[in-house]
């Protein structure tokens, strides 16, 4: 009963509310209404009393007025709905306050006079341009003061009877109008005003975010051009060592074949390393823009640790590194394989890279909340503390390795970004002269994770 009582009365103040108006031109058709409403109730209480309880004997002339600002009353909503907003506004500010001095005059009542003051009021709440609220204003304080000539200068000529019921009535009616009228319009100005502030911190808000997404596209862009520089340097190398060969070639100079045997190691090297570095831009590339979106499966943490070791092999055989992978069979990841196999290759590759010649690398795994680890650690030359930090920034970092070995620095990002698209994630400690220690967390089999992104 009380939702229905609710929704009644929302309808009544919504009149004429449409969603193409702004939100401060709807509060002020939502008093306009309220106001309305109270002086429609007003309205009908006087006719009531006039025709039913007065003990003075109106005239029909005198119930046949009254009806008029019934009539108003039921027309300005009506405009309201058509939209006819400015007329409205205006036809009321020009009836109601003359109607007001008309009817106390015949009806002999006091109380009237309220609503007039009520009119003096709302011409600055509803009227845009200064010359018509002026016009307004001064128009009804003119309807004010004949009221008041009349009641007061007349009522020695017995022009006016003090009809206590009704005067009652009118006064009630008044004040409930001059509070209403205050209150909404503060009520309304200050709610406005609330929503101008909230408004202006969303704005706030908006331009920090702006900010923050500028600095980050800045940041980006400054990334962007050290990776090119760097992938521009490591590839102008292999890239100009095999022209140098073709063209001594086509200069004329044969190349024997002890010569083209003692440089295949080499071109096959450079090669290698294209390849390899091909392989990370493409790998960062679609991590960024999520072109490949993870295929998590069931799979053996030893079998992927041994294929990423098949393809670092040679790298380790020829720097006569010992690795030792302690990692026992049957511990079972819930990840994309693929995915996981590039960022083992990229760390294992890593750990060969800056691991001196007959040096070690320790690889292990074991269980941990929820999480199998897998731990990768070499007694290589380390990674000081600054560039640390960057690479946990997205920063690349493109330091040579042992034998001179090239790279782009996007191994550990692209692994680091790969671990957290499949709900893991990456740890490192390094230290310079004694090494790196890396820890790739990837959630058990059992716990089947649905979230991967």
């Known amino acids: 009963m009380a939702a229905d009582r609710k929704n009644i009365w929302q309808k009544i103040i919504s ?42 004997n109106y005239p029909l002339t005198i119930v046949l007025l009254n009806l008029i600002p019934i009539a108003l009353l039921f027309i300005f909503p ?22 007001m001095v008309i009817l106390s005059y015949y009806t002999k009542d006091y109380g009237l006079q309220l609503f007039i003051i009520i009119y003096c009021i709302l011409p600055f709440f509803y009227l ?35 009809d206590f019921p009704l005067s009652f009535i009118n006064y009630t009616g008044g ?22 502030r909230k408004k202006t911190q969303d704005l706030l808000l908006l331009n920090e975010e702006l ?71 493409l790998s960062w590339s679609k991590n960024q823009f999520e072109i490949e979106k993870p295929q998590p499966e069931k799979f053996d943490a030893y079998q992927v640790i041994e294929e990423a070791l098949a393809f670092v092999k040679k790298d380790v055989v020829n720097k006569n590194i010992r690795i030792v992978n302690t990692t026992e069979a049957g511990k079972e990841i819930y990840a994309d394989k693929m995915m996981v196999l590039a960022a ?26 929820n999480f199998i680890e897998i731990m990768v650690q070499d007694n290589g030359i380390g990674i000081t503390e600054e560039n640390l930090k960057l690479i946990f920034k997205n920063g690349f970092v ?37 090494g790196t220690k890396v820890i790739l967390k990837l959630p058990f089999a059992s716990i089947n994770l649905n979230s991967v992104v």
């Open 175 to 196: 004040f409930i109008m001059l509070f209403f009228t205050c209150y909404m319009v503060k009520f309304q100005v200050w709610s406005y005003e609330l929503s101008l």
């Open 15 to 56: 009149v004429g509310v449409h969603s193409s108006l702004s939100s401060y031109n709807i509060r002020r058709i939502q008093v306009y209404n309220q106001l309305n409403f109270i002086s429609l109730m007003v309205a009908i209480a006087r006719e009531v009393y006039i025709v039913f309880f007065s003990f003075v």
């Open 78 to 99: 009506l405009l309201m709905h058509f939209k006819k907003y400015a007329f409205a506004t205006k036809f009321s500010f020009v009836a109601i306050p003359p109607l």
């Open 211 to 281: 900010n923050t997404q500028k600095n980050e596209l800045q940041e980006n862009k400054m990334k962007l051009n050290k990776l090119f520089s760097i992938i521009s340097h490591d590839l102008k190398s292999p890239i100009y060592g095999l022209k140098n060969i073709f063209v001594q070639g086509n200069s004329g100079r044969k190349i024997t074949y002890e010569e083209f045997t003692d440089l295949l190691p080499y071109i096959n090297k450079d090669i290698d390393d294209t390849v390899s570095l091909m392989e990370n831009v």
């Open 398 to 434: 493109s330091t040579p390795g042992t034998n001179n070995e090239t790279g782009a620095g996007l191994g550990l990002i692209i692994s680091k970004d790969i671990l957290q698209r499949n709900n893991g994630d990456i740890e490192m400690e390094s230290k310079i002269g004694v």
């Open 128 to 162: 845009n341009k200064p010359r018509n609220t002026t016009i307004a204003f001064l128009y009804s304080l003119t309807c004010f003061a004949l009221l008041y000539w009349l009641q007061y200068f007349k009522k020695e000529q017995g022009l006016f009877l003090f």
């Open 344 to 369: 083992l290759k990229n760390i294992i590759g890593n750990a060969v890279k800056y691991t001196r010649a007959a040096g070690r690398i320790l690889i292990d795994t074991h269980s941990s909340n």
